[in-house]
Structure formats: structure tokens, C-alpha cells
């Protein structure tokens, strides 16, 4: 049964991480599973990423940002995301639209109505199944890049304040949208939480199937 799940969080949170102990535990429970990312996923969107966190002296105004990062998005949904997904897999998606309303819009202040526009000429109007929220202090996240020995590109660079607007962006939609996101403090042990959210997933997958087989029989 295919499902769109999604994971977000300010830097640091995780995410990286967990879609990889989660697609080991999924595959063992016999789901097939495409591990991807954004930016990136696609020729197209590496090397879109590679502009858009090259922490050199290459400015780029905002609503750059937001096309660059949909561009990318357009070219992987294309490529990978829908294709996965009418073969009836388990796509777990390191950032998706929701990133660039927290990234861009609530981080770099630009409309919300002209970002929602944005992603459904994007995405063709896909919404993920299912959006895992890893959340961490602001403070912390940034900490952990630091201490992971992994260079900080130009988004972690940014000040502590816009990354608070994100975070804060982040826990708001959690929980006024329960019905899609699932809010997992990221601190706990990796193997606790990745157990929690492979049975989220299987949950998910369970009722999708069963509204499938539903509507099969209804036909």
C-alpha cells in the first residue's frame, strides 16, 4: 500500500537518521520502501541543493530561495515520489512542502498565501500521508550539527532567532493539524523512536489498505 510519509524538524533534529532505522524496520515487516530527501532526490535537485547550502558568498534573496527549493521539488515528485507511489511503496521523504512554509515562510517572513501556491504548482497538489515532526529546541538542534563533525552549510548559519521561528512554526502546525503530523520528541533513544514510528507507519498503511479494499468492494 503506498504512503507519502514525511519527516520534518528544525536542523539537528534527526531526521536523516531515523528514515534509515525506520526503513530497516518497515522492510522487515515486508513493506517496500523508497528512501529520499529535498532538496535533492533527483540529478536536478542535488545539484539545486548544492547552490542553496553552499555557505559561500553567494547571496540569494528569498523568494529565490522558495523557487530553487519548488524547483527542485517539482523534478522530484516527478521523478521519484509519484512513481514510487503508484507502485504501491512506502516513500519516507527527509523534508517536503512543509519545510519551505517553516523555512521560508514563518523563517524568512514571505506570504503564506503566495508559498501555498507555490508548493501546489509544485507538487501537482500532492500532500504527504503522513508528516513526522522530530522536534528539538532551536538551540539544540544547532548544537548537535556543530558536535556531528558535518560542516554547517549556509541555512545553519543563519541566527538563532530565525531558526526559533521555524521551530515554533513546526509545533503549531503539529497540533493543529494532528489528523496528519505526529509530534516525537527527538532527545529519546534513536531505537525507542524508531520503533514508534515504524508502528505509526504500519498503522497508517493498516487503515489505508482497509479504506482501499473498501472502496474496492463498494464498486
Excluded at 97 to 110: C, E, F, K, N, V
Excluded at 173 to 184: C, F, G, I, M, Q
Aim: one cysteine or more.
Amino acid at each position: 500500500m503506498s504512503l507519502l510519509v514525511t519527516f520534518e524538524g528544525p536542523d539537528g533534529a534527526g531526521k536523516s537518521t531515523q528514515i534509515q532505522l525506520v526503513a530497516r524496520r518497515l522492510e522487515a515487516n515486508g513493506l517496500s520502501v523508497v528512501k529520499t530527501r529535498e532538496p535533492g532526490g533527483t540529478p536536478l535537485g542535488e545539484r539545486v541543493r548544492a547552490v542553496l547550502l553552499d555557505p559561500g558568498d553567494c547571496a540569494i534573496v528569498p523568494r529565490a530561495e522558495a523557487l530553487l527549493m519548488a524547483a527542485a521539488r517539482a523534478q522530484h515528485v516527478a521523478d521519484v515520489i509519484m512513481p514510487a507511489l503508484s507502485d504501491g511503496r512506502v516513500v519516507l521523504c527527509d523534508r517536503f512542502s512543509d519545510s519551505t512554509l517553516a523555512y521560508q515562510g514563518a523563517g524568512r517572513g514571505l506570504p503564506t498565501e503566495n508559498l501555498n501556491m507555490l508548493q501546489a504548482f509544485a507538487t501537482d497538489g500532492l500532500q504527504p500521508d503522513l508528516t513526522i515532526l522530530l522536534d528539538i529546541s532551536a538551540e539544540n538542534g544547532l548544537e548537535r550539527r556543530r558536535s556531528s563533525g558535518t560542516p554547517m552549510n549556509r541555512l545553519d548559519q543563519d541566527s538563532l532567532a530565525f531558526h526559533e521561528r521555524v521551530r515554533e512554526w513546526y509545533v503549531q502546525e503539529a497540533k493543529a493539524h494532528p489528523e496528519r503530523w505526529v509530534l516525537l520528541e527527538a532527545g529519546r533513544a534513536q531505537d525507542d523512536l524508531a520503533d514508534e514510528i515504524c508502528q505509526v507507519i504500519l498503522d497508517r498503511s493498516g487503515q489505508a489498505a482497509a479504506r482501499a479494499d473498501a472502496n474496492r468492494k463498494s464498486e
